[in-house]
């Protein structure tokens, strides 16, 4: 799509955001020494850090990623809600306490606590930071897809002012700004969050046939002969030749092509129908063509630089609604589900037709598909094989959502809030006001996504782009605010991964290599320019996953955490036998084996190397492999060693 | 070092996991299931997503208020004080 900035959005975002820039700076100025500069003195009151715990956790890929795969594939993004919020039982039940107990600025410390040993350490402090650079992945690959509609930036503009200007509140501020920030954005997102729910009730369904730019989608039924071109019915079809499939196109039965006589531009049209009925339906897709150092196609013309100018349709509608009603009017909290059910939506599918080396056509098609159907999973091609028999997919699905349900109490940035906090009962209910804020915003999370859906605003070319554009479908106003919000929710994830890098780099690895321990003013420093380095490792990354689903990457993030550092984490709490060498070859084991089958996956086969159909592991998710396989590893070699450990302690 | 706030907090994860796995089982083993509509207008989907979102919470809540009684009791100085570096 094309995208103008609007003038009220532009300065109500940057005042928002020099706001929190200004916040950020006056808090930072206390923050000198090293007990500051990460666990902001252990002074934050418990309910602030828990509203910051929302403002940590609900990053881009929630707000982003979750609202678009539900405005795209239903019910199956809300999956993501119910892991990611299921995850913080763990977090409260079983990890926050001991980790507050034990532990002092890091995860590493609480890990060490009990050996004192630099392996430990050092191991402990390279997972935080793999850990954290995946998570910083989709961050920034969220942060490049808001700036685009708002301020009419490209993608890689984005990314590098959120870089740049996250590198400055870290630099500047510590975890005393890091924490206020993500309070106010945390807080600010989750009542924003409400109001557009409120408006999306308040408006209701209507039966459109088309999204908000006014196009109306055409249909036609026509005898089936129409398709080998042996018929040509140019006046039904509106003055349009069918065109004869050639090349590639023979092998898309599903697709025909249609020639405007009057103008020459070629469009494509998904063909329904059964394969013995004599008329078939044509109906009219979406198609754009990538073409090597020219401009894209869209529909057949040269995609435009301005508004007015060729660009696809906005989507997103409801083709019909119960008892042959055209538009409900305000709907309540349940009705809003029951009226959903019993409509049918027009949900959009796409296929790469690869004309050329330097050329290729996606098309976009229409799949009118039951509400029933999209409020319940496996409409996502990811998940589709929970509803085939299909056992890889079944597998693939619980390994997600193990990896969901560990991940979170295993996040590097998440831990070392309970560090901001005086005492385990403030980690304690600092955690209960989070799950509380938390939860409550991925209820609203599935309504969120389905408004969008039914916006008539959703961008085909980018899922994550759904919630800023149901608020752009509502008020200019409310979509600045949101697009503010959102972005500074960003920067106060990002903040806070970059600080927990930061914190691994210099307390947990390079205090490790020196004979002498550093000062106090000089460990700030060189957390400092550690913040710089990693910050300016995620701009480039950001850059180069544009693209992907920003909830999607997170759950990868999820799985590498959950594998390296869970075994550890817990086998500490709970078994006397875990040795030193268990807690390194665990964390190693796990880091390597996760990392290593998300790199051989299909997806990544398919998405970042271009390979379609590659992947050498029987399924995406590593997470129920390679979790069970650092418990393992970590029990066998604390058994192995456990005499030698003994040994060295003394 | 066990208190009794641990033990709590562990039978309130074994309530909530034994229910996230019957959610997690269900969509992998039998998602049709899931298209059912207990009540009327919900489907399963739904009713239990939902439900594993406030469960979460209520359980949270419940072990606030169980476990910040029983610290008072037990006693109040378990947190380490030091914060130099």
């Not at chain 1, 409260?92 to 600025?105: C, H, N, Q, S, T």
């Not at chain 1, 049918?344 to 009118?368: G, H, M, P």
């Not at chain 1, 693939?396 to 996040?411: D, E, Q, R, V, Y």
Request: glycine share 10%.
């Amino acid at each position: 799509m094309i995208y103008e900035a609007a003038t009220e959005a532009v300065i109500l975002f940057f005042l928002f955001v020099g706001f929190t820039l200004g916040l950020s700076f006056w808090l930072g100025r206390k923050a000198k020494s090293t007990a500051g500069y990460f666990a902001a003195h252990g002074q934050i009151p418990w309910f602030i850090n828990g509203i910051a715990f929302a403002g940590d956790y609900l990053s881009a890929a929630s707000f982003l990623g979750i609202c678009g795969m539900i405005a795209f594939y239903g019910y199956d993004g809300f999956l993501y809600s119910i892991g990611y919020l299921a995850g913080w039982t763990v977090a409260l039940f079983v990890v926050a306490e001991p980790m507050k107990r034990l532990g002092k600025f890091t995860f590493a410390d609480a890990l060490d606590a009990k050996f004192n040993s630099k392996g430990v350490r050092i191991t402990a402090g390279i997972s935080t930071l793999a850990v954290s650079v995946f998570y910083l992945i989709p961050q920034m690959v969220g942060a490049g897809v808001l700036v685009e509609p708002l301020l009419g930036f490209d993608h890689w503009q984005g990314v590098l002012m959120v870089g740049a200007v996250v590198i400055l509140i870290v630099v500047t501020g510590g975890m005393v700004s890091t924490t206020w920030v993500q309070f106010l954005k945390g807080a600010l997102l989750v009542v924003f969050s409400a109001i557009l729910t409120w408006m999306i009730l308040d408006r209701g369904f209507e039966v459109k046939k088309g999204g908000e730019d006014g196009h109306v989608f055409a249909r036609y039924t026509v005898p089936r002969s129409v398709l080998d071109g042996s018929r040509n019915p140019v006046a039904e079809l509106n003055g349009r030749h069918v065109v004869v499939p050639e090349g590639p196109w023979v092998e898309f039965p599903q697709f025909v092509r249609l020639r405007n006589a009057d103008s020459d531009r070629v469009t494509v049209w998904h063909v329904e129908g059964d394969d013995a009925a004599t008329v078939v339906h044509l109906v009219e897709a979406q198609s754009i063509t990538r073409r090597r150092g020219q401009k894209p196609l869209v529909n057949g013309q040269e995609k435009g630089e301005k508004k007015g100018e060729p660009e696809l349709h906005p989507v997103g509608f409801v083709s019909r609604l119960p008892d042959g009603q055209k538009s409900t009017g305000p709907v309540g909290p349940r009705s809003f589900f029951r009226i959903f059910q019993e409509s049918e939506i027009v949900l959009w599918r796409s296929k790469n037709v690869k004309l050329s080396e330097n050329e290729t056509t996606t098309v976009y098609y229409q799949q009118e598909t039951p509400g029933s159907r999209v409020l319940s999973p496996g409409e996502h091609p990811r998940f589709q094989g929970i509803r085939r028999d299909d056992l890889m997919g079944r597998i693939n699905f619980i390994s997600l959502m193990l990896a969901l349900f560990c991940g979170t109490a295993s996040l590097p940035h998440i831990l070392i809030r309970y560090y901001t906090v005086k005492d385990e009962n403030s980690a304690r209910k600092s955690t209960i006001v989070g799950i509380g804020c938390i939860g409550f915003f991925y209820v609203l999370t599935l309504y969120l996504g389905l408004g969008a859906m039914t916006s008539g605003a959703l961008d085909l070319t980018s899922n994550n782009m759904a919630a800023p554009l149901l608020a752009r479908s509502m008020n200019i106003w409310l979509f600045a605010a949101i697009s503010a919000i959102a972005f500074t929710t960003v920067l106060g994830t990002v903040s806070a991964l970059i600080l927990a890098s930061a914190g691994a780099v210099t307390h947990d690895l390079l205090r490790n290599f020196r004979s002498e321990p550093m000062s106090d003013e000089m460990t700030v420093r060189v957390a400092k320019i550690a913040s710089v380095f990693v910050g300016a490792v995620a701009i480039v990354l950001g850059i180069v996953f544009r693209g992907m689903n920003v909830s999607y990457l997170v759950g990868w993030a999820f799985s590498v955490a959950a594998s390296a550092n869970l075994p550890a984490l817990i086998m500490i709490l709970f078994w006397r036998g875990v040795t030193r060498q268990g807690v390194v070859a665990a964390i190693i084991v796990g880091m390597v084996s996760s990392l290593t089958w998300i790199m051989l996956s299909a997806d990544t086969y398919e998405k970042i190397y271009g390979i379609e159909d590659g992947g050498l592991t029987p399924f995406t998710q590593p997470g129920i492999v390679t979790i069970p396989l650092g418990f393992l590893t970590l029990v066998l070699v604390s058994l192995a060693t456990r005499n030698s450990g003994k040994e060295s302690k003394v | 070092m066990k208190t009794r706030s641990n033990r709590l907090g562990l039978v309130l994860f074994g309530i909530y996991l034994a229910m996230y796995v019957g959610f997690v089982l269900i969509n992998a083993v039998n998602p049709e299931l899931m298209e059912t509509t207990p009540v009327e207008g919900l489907n399963l989907a739904v009713l239990y997503g939902f439900g594993l979102i406030i469960a979460a919470f209520a359980l949270a809540l419940l072990y606030g208020l169980l476990a910040g009684r029983s610290d008072a009791v037990e006693d109040t100085g378990t947190d380490k004080q030091e914060v130099s570096a």
